[in-house]
């Protein structure tokens, strides 16, 4: 330790050490009087050695002459500046939206002794609970410190009945999470309250023009009555991201919305000092058995209580891994191909540098000595890459935040994470480009070509993935908008009636109160039912492997009017009837995978007949070519949650608000919401459309990168062999042999580029399978587009400094030098 | 006179106890040595003053300025209390391998 200090002291008073140690040798000299004494310089050097700390000075010597030999040549600074700094930027970007979501903990107290609980049985999985069962943790955990509940609901406001968003919580919710009020008071746990609520910060701003005087005013929820008690304050965030509109205590539940059972709600608890989660879950695991001797309808046969961190805006789940790996396949992709454009570009770079390297060598500079100065540049160009990247990683992320009115807690600004993260980028990206070249050029070895075709090749293979990439996602969204997904959407609308608290016989009513109403409206075609409405946002998905093939089932019930109403066609059998209780209706590829050579009707499916077989029609998910769809009548006791499908003859605008008003007239308390399926699949759409924008930006980038690259490969070539090119035209070669002589060397590269690209996508593209509306990831179209864009860019690319090959004049190479 | 260069780690006990009757200079140290080892041992500046800047990182010694004998100012090494106990352990270490070294050749 003190030796340490003493370290730190010779380094702060470096000089003044030095020239003691100077006089030292100096008295030490004349005291030898005459006789030999070693060389000054050098043994002063050798004692300072003692010290430790000679790299610095050698380290400030290359940072010194770096910043000059960049400062000599801007241009190229900035071209390999701005190359990394995109490289970078990209990659920052997307790792710091993913510490936004996953990483970065929310701005609640004491974060990281949150757990969020969901439930499971051998059977079953769910993320939510009964409210009964959350309560009895509460009450009886010893290990959890604090339980919180909080389910969501949309509410009316007001007599206009604009909905909003209402979060149903726990009263000890704000407390627990340290949350503050911004006007008046948030729920008290420790009293009682009747029906009062919490308004969150943009609500307040947005629906009451942030009144200053707004505690204890009243307001109309669903038509009943409420007390607004306080604001919440601006960076509260709650526990994930949906901020709601408002929070109300969930004792009010009931009260707000008639026949609510609390059944589903999310529970969060936090975890007692010092204990690991296992231990809270084997405690609420045994307590969940002892509840279920008294409650067997609500809980599991062993049900098990599994937790996640819950102090995160989310957390990961298994099914996002596709998605995290391709997206940081297609980032690492660009900044390689920056980086491999940025290698060859130091090359060439290099043997401009060659008579500086052989003077420095030729005087005594050693080997290793040169090669950390050239090296000592390249972290210095990562170094400016790594910042630049980060402010427009920071930039992409701000910009994105404003766009889709993120809430003000998210704060994109790059912590410690994200700037680690962009500085070791630029380390690991100035390994990748600067050490092979140093190497080269320390060596003097820099006329070599197989570094350079070597980089060349992974230019071209990065850029050739990302092109093509781009291409399968152009073709999938082209085929989407140009082909229908198998069922009409067009003419359809989908009523939610949300018949919370209804019984199967009064929802049953309803329904046929609804048609028989309906069937009189001139321009309604055709009415049914789905439990999973088409492109909506509820589904059932079973992952099952049949013969070797992993098939996504989504299964869904219906009455049998749907395939009329949705213009599905049945292929084979017979439709689905009143009283089918065992039948199924598959969809043809299901049957076709399941029962390739039989006839599937009359076959068993998990227990049920199959009936009949329809024709592909891809309702939730038109993107993913792997689903297969299930078809049961739907039970009496799924009708509450069953949603309503019209197809119109004309155009469905005219007929919304009819339909709305008719679907609220049969009982006023319901709200029930309309969409258009047309602007369901156009929303599907316009998301497919962002992707595949920022993937086609992404390739456009790195093909221009790889260009750039090639036209100073290509430059640097012509320059090299001015002398032979002249020689070669004075004997008579025609221009076509200039330019093979000049280009040849660079067909084996981009030929093994394109092929490891083409590989490369391929193996890629298997993540996106789910992605692209029924096209192949091996689409051959997208394939040779992107292969044929990419090639004529990089012919271009070689022929523009290829041409000054043809402009040698033969005299003039020939005296030169 | 043959010139007898000696391993680091010995010139390193050398200087410690050359120290411990008081301070000296750099000069002196060598000095000191190449007389008491009867003009047998000659240190070499080469060796001398890396160590000395090594047992000064230990805080083996401490340098002060003082007047040499020719009336100059020149930094004076002087032993520290934990040079002293390293000195100590230095001296058994050495006599107990010392003597073992002798057993052996002499049986042997």
């Not at chain 1, 456009?700 to 260009?707: F, H, K, Q, R, W």
Request: glycine share 8%; hydrophobic share 45%; charged share 20%.
């Amino acid at each position: 330790m003190s030796q340490l200090f003493r370290r730190l002291r010779y380094l702060l008073n470096r000089r003044r050490f030095d020239r003691e140690l100077a006089g030292e040798l100096e008295f030490h000299r004349e005291m030898r009087g005459g006789r030999p004494f070693g060389n000054t310089l050098r043994l002063r050097e050798e004692a300072r050695d003692a010290w430790g700390w000679t790299w610095i000075d050698r380290l400030g010597q290359d940072l010194r002459y770096a910043a000059r030999k960049l400062r000599q040549s801007p241009g190229f600074t900035i071209t390999a500046v701005l190359m990394l700094a995109l490289g970078i930027g990209v990659n920052v970007a997307t790792f710091g939206f993913f510490n936004l979501m996953f990483l970065r903990p929310l701005p609640v107290r004491d974060p990281g002794t949150l757990l969020h609980f969901w439930r499971q049985a051998p059977q079953n999985l769910a993320d939510n609970f009964p409210y009964s069962e959350a309560a009895f943790f509460a009450e009886y955990s010893k290990n959890l410190s604090a339980v919180m509940a909080a389910s969501g609901a949309r509410l009316k406001i007001g007599a206009e009945g604009k909905l909003l968003n209402a979060h149903f919580v726990t009263p000890n919710y704000f407390s627990e999470l340290g949350a503050t009020a911004a006007i008046g008071r948030l729920l008290d746990p420790l009293q009682r309250e009747g029906p009062v609520v919490v308004l969150s910060y943009p609500f307040w701003r947005s629906h009451f023009a942030a009144d200053p005087s707004i505690a204890g005013k009243m307001i109309h929820l669903n038509n009943k009555p409420a007390t607004i008690i306080g604001v919440a304050s601006k960076d509260f965030s709650g526990l994930g991201l949906g901020t709601p509109d408002l929070w109300a205590s969930i004792a009010q539940q009931p009260y707000f919305i008639s026949g609510s059972d609390l059944q589903g709600v999310q529970m969060w608890g936090r975890l007692r000092p010092g204990l690991t989660p296992s231990v809270a879950e084997a405690e609420l695991a045994s307590l969940a058995a002892r509840l279920r001797q008294q409650d067997p309808k609500d809980i599991w046969e062993n049900e098990t209580l599994p937790s996640q961190p819950g102090g995160y805006a989310a957390t990961v789940r298994p099914e996002m891994y596709p998605v995290f790996a391709i997206v940081a396949a297609l980032g690492l992709l660009i900044l390689g191909a920056a980086c491999a454009t940025l290698g060859s570009l130091l090359l060439a770079r290099g043997v401009s540098r060659d008579r500086e390297i052989a003077i420095r060598i030729s005087i005594g500079a050693g080997r290793i000595r040169l090669m950390r100065q050239l090296f000592t540049e390249s972290l210095v160009l990562a170094g400016l890459g790594s910042a630049t990247g980060l402010a427009m990683g920071y930039a992409a992320l701000r910009g994105l935040m404003i766009w889709t009115d993120s809430p003000e807690w998210l704060n994109p600004a790059p912590d410690w994470r994200v700037t680690a993260f962009a500085l070791s980028l630029g380390l690991a990206a100035a390994i990748l480009f600067g050490i092979a070249p140093a190497w080269q050029i320390a060596r003097q070895r820099v006329r070599a070509t197989k570094v350079r075709q070597i980089l060349i090749g992974a230019q071209v293979a990065a850029s050739c993935v990302l092109l093509i990439v781009a291409g399968l996602l152009v073709r999938a969204l082209n085929h989407a908008v140009t082909t229908t997904p198998g069922f009409e959407y067009e003419h359809v609308i989908a009523v939610y009636p949300s018949l919370q608290g209804y019984s199967p016989v009064q929802a049953a009513a309803y329904f046929d109160t609804l048609r028989a109403r309906l069937s009189h409206v001139p321009g309604v075609e055709s009415i049914s039912m789905a439990s999973n409405p088409p492109l909506g946002n509820r589904w059932t998905v079973d992952k099952a492997n049949v013969a070797g093939q992993s098939i996504n089932i989504h299964s869904n019930h219906i009455d049998p009017r749907f395939f009329e109403t949705m213009k599905i066609p049945l292929l084979r059998g017979r439709n689905l009837m009143p009283g089918d209780t065992q039948a199924v209706v598959v969809s043809e590829s299901l049957a076709r995978v399941e029962w390739p050579s039989q006839d599937p009707v009359g076959q068993t499916f998990s227990k049920d007949v199959v009936v009949g077989v329809a024709a592909n029609a891809r309702l939730v998910s038109p993107e993913d070519s792997d689903a297969v769809e299930v078809y049961h009548l739907a039970p009496q006791e799924l009708l509450p949650s069953m949603v309503v499908l019209i197809r119109t003859s004309g155009p469905v605008e005219p007929l919304v608000p009819l339909i709305a008003s008719t679907a609220k007239s049969i009982d006023p308390l319901l709200f029930p919401e309309v969409q258009l399926l047309k602007s369901s699949f156009s929303h599907k759409v316009d998301q497919a459309g962002y992707a595949t924008l920022t993937a086609g930006v992404l390739g456009l980038v790195a093909m221009l990168l790889a260009c750039l690259g090639i036209v100073g490969i290509v430059a640097y070539a012509v320059s090299q062999r001015t002398k032979e090119i002249g020689i070669r035209m004075a004997l008579g070669a025609k221009p076509a042999d200039v330019l093979s002589i000049v280009l040849r060397q660079f067909a084996a590269p981009v030929i093994a580029g394109l092929l490891v690209g083409i590989g490369g996508a391929a193996v890629l593209s298997q993540i996106l399978r789910g992605q692209l509306y029924g096209i192949s990831n091996l689409d051959p179209i997208a394939y040779l587009a992107a292969i044929g864009v990419f090639v004529m860019a990089a012919v271009l690319a070689a022929l523009l400094p290829a041409r000054r090959a043809l402009r040698v004049d033969p005299m003039l190479a020939l005296r030169y030098e | 006179m043959p010139k007898n260069e000696m391993p680091s780690g010995a010139l390193v006990l050398l200087i410690l106890r050359v120290l411990r009757s008081g301070a000296l200079h750099g000069y002196a140290i060598a000095q000191r040595i190449h007389v008491l080892s009867s003009e047998v041992l000659h240190v070499e500046e080469g060796s001398l003053y890396p160590a000395l800047q090594r047992i000064l990182l230990k805080g083996w010694v401490s340098a002060e300025w003082g007047i040499s004998e020719t009336n100059r100012k020149v930094r004076f090494y002087r032993l520290t209390p934990d040079g002293l106990k390293q000195l100590e352990a230095e001296l058994s270490g050495y006599d107990r391998v010392n003597e073992a070294i002798q057993s052996v050749l002499r049986t042997a």
